[in-house]
């Protein structure tokens, strides 16, 4: 059975902090993408990890993976409070050639305090 | 880019009902999605469809749980009866090319509760 998982599930940061958020999964796949949620709104997209390696960063956050250790890290710099949300890894799955689809890790809630 | 459009946003039923989501993907996006996600969890994918083919409803639960996808455009996604346990976030999502890393773009969603 695949799983995708996060750690930690809870996160409370104080501001100017730095912080790794852990996502392992258990199947191979070369494609990972991060997603944040605010309460009571829909899946935004952060990053999609498209190879070995990759390493891609908008603002505090930083998102990397490891498709050999079947790891993607997400890496927030200097916390402030915007950054409070929920924030999903999701694996993507192949088929074989037709469309993939994503399976998703429970989530890390971050909360940023002053 | 218009994104993808859902309605309603809420509905409150009692179990037994039935209900019908509606979702209209971004223009020319030949993948659609129904993911559920219930309060603290990660969303788990329901249904999805190539165009107006079913890939892969392995999770929806057929005896209660039916999805179309008209022409390959627009899709809706039922419940007949309603349990308590249905009660989540329905999240309709689309893609247009999985090799190209354009990714999922998800709707804004639909959040049920049964009574």
């Known amino acids: 059975e695949l799983k995708v998982e996060q750690n930690p599930l809870f996160l409370s940061m104080q501001e100017g902090k730095n912080y790794t958020i852990y996502c392992n999964y258990s199947?191979?796949?070369?494609?990972l993408y991060w997603y944040r949620q605010d309460p009571g709104k829909s899946l935004e997209s952060l990053f999609v990890?498209?190879?070995?390696?990759a390493v891609k960063q908008e603002g505090r956050l930083m998102a990397s993976l490891d498709t050999k250790a079947r790891l993607s890290t997400l890496h927030i710099t200097a916390a402030v409070h915007d950054l409070s949300a929920t924030y999903f890894c999701?694996?993507?799955?192949?088929?074989?050639?037709?469309?993939?689809?994503?399976?998703f890790g429970k989530g890390t809630k971050l909360s940023v305090k002053p | 880019e218009a994104g993808v459009a859902q309605s309603p946003r809420y509905k409150i039923i009692e179990k037994r009902q039935s209900v019908a989501f509606w979702c209209n993907p971004i223009?020319?996006?030949?993948?659609l999605y129904w993911y559920q996600q219930i309060l603290g969890q990660g969303p788990k994918l329901l249904i999805q469809?190539?165009?107006?083919?079913?890939?892969?409803d392995s999770q929806l639960p057929k005896d209660r749980f039916s999805a179309e996808r008209l022409k390959g455009v627009d899709s809706t996604l039922k419940i007949q009866p309603a349990k308590l346990e249905d009660s989540a976030v329905y999240l309709c999502?689309?893609?247009?090319?999985?090799?190209?890393?354009?990714?999922?773009?998800f709707g804004s969603g639909t959040r049920l509760t049964v009574v």
């Open positions: 999502a689309s893609s247009l090319y999985r090799e190209r890393g354009y990714g999922y773009t």
């Open positions: 199947t191979t796949s070369d494609r």
């Open positions: 990890l498209l190879s070995n390696g």
């Open positions: 999701a694996v993507d799955i192949d088929y074989g050639g037709s469309q993939g689809n994503l399976i």
């Open positions: 223009s020319g996006h030949a993948t």
């Open positions: 469809f190539q165009n107006n083919g079913v890939v892969d």
